[in-house]
């Protein structure tokens, strides 16, 4: 994908044929893929790759001269490669670039001419105690791994220390910046091959052409999980000062989405939506919010450290605190699965 914006590369057909592990596949309707190929551009000393020129700029301009790594790109010794495979060690799959989103706000702020507005606009976000700053920590790491925070720090600070940000390279202030990425990073996903499905499905077709294409996708995507598994989309992460603001819901009344295939995020209303009333958005997935009152509190308080307080969940109150047989059974094994869902929304 697009390292600024993160738009999808590939062609939906190139993104099909690898995913699928077959050079030969041919989709249908390759006039409905939007990636334009001919715009590509890379950075001339580290070939990072852009969907265009304008992404390459504003990447430029706001972080990359910072984060780019010339000729050292394929260095595994150099201190950025060595903060990446670190993470990339010890983060739950599939991989997220919550790292390097830290690492884009210090780069920021050190390109910055006036540091002092880009402090203040990541100050806006959501920030935790102590205590809550440590679960969020061990959470995102993980048993196996939460005593390699300081291994973290101490890359971090190789890679990318400045002095006047000196407060986030200690112990305490690294912490609270994992910390915050953490509560308040949106996970990101595009696919060129979801975007073609889409326009696809927007098709003005007779009934039997219709029929044909359907299947041929419907098949395409069971084809795709055996081969690939369930995680297909570019995965990405970022921060959003007005996304973050809104609280978690059982029901929740707005929904996130990338429609652009690229990190702009969309906020769409679910239903008419009063003046006053709060806007609010599910932190679970749908099948999530299918289950218990128990099961969705026990993963939002792991997760995210509350226990939900929605409507939904206040007329199930007097439910008993067990979960049904199905998720019963399940328990034991069904805790990480969830949490790999959930880590590679954070």
Known sequence: ACDHCLRALETAEENAQRLLGKSSLVLPHPEQCSIRKDLHQQCPRCQVTYCSAECRQAALEQYHQVLCLGPSRDDPTHPLNK?????????????????????????TIKQAKDKEWWIKAFSQFCSKTANEEEEIVHKLLGDKF?????????????ALYDEYLSRWFTPEGFRSLFALVGTNGQGIGTSSLSQWVHACDALDLPLLQREELDAFIDQLYKDIEKESGEFLNCEGSGLYVLQSCCNHSCIPNAETSF?????????????????????????????QRERS????????????????SCPKCLAQADDADVTSDEEEEGEGETDDAELEDEMTDV
């Open 259 to 287: 429609p652009e295939n690229n990190f702009l995020l969309h906020l769409t209303a679910l239903e008419d939506i009063e003046a006053g009333e709060e806007i609010c958005i599910s932190y679970l997935d749908c099948c």
């Open 83 to 107: 903060l990446q495979e670190a993470w990339r060690n010890m983060h739950y799959p599939p991989e997220t670039s919550s790292i390097m989103l830290m690492a884009r706000m210090v780069a």
């Open 293 to 308: 009152r128990h099961s969705r509190n026990k993963i939002l308080r792991e997760n995210y450290l509350f226990t939900c």
């Open 146 to 158: 939460k005593g390699q925070l300081e291994l973290l720090r101490l890359l971090f600070t190789e």
